[in-house]
């Protein structure tokens, strides 16, 4: 039995510039503007990402503010289906309705990671 590297000759990839995610309040308008990056392009959990964002600053602010949650621009593959489910209303009810879902964003929620 021979010890030896397993990939001698690897090929190593140029690091990637992550898109920062963002934070943009305008209490003039009422109106809250939150962009994350997915970990990966065809990440599963974005939505579910952003549901447990959208719920648990509707715990934490008035009523009276508007919340826009956005994937970062070229982050998801499909980054215009994801905006779109995480800033419909009737789409966001309808997720928290269904009893997986709810304990999946209750289970983020009671973490001590958010």
Known sequence: MTLGLINANPVVQAKKERLAHSI????????????????????????????????KL?????????????????????EDSVNKQLNDKERVVAALENPNLRQLVDECLCSNEI
Do not use: W
């Open 24 to 55: 943009t309040l305008d209490d003039k308008l009422n109106r809250i503007i939150i962009t994350f990056t997915p970990t990966i392009q065809h990440c599963s959990m974005a939505t579910i990402i952003g549901l447990c964002l959208r719920a």
């Open 58 to 78: 509707k715990e934490c602010l008035p009523l009276h503010y508007k919340v826009d949650i956005r994937v970062s621009p070229g982050s998801h593959a499909d």
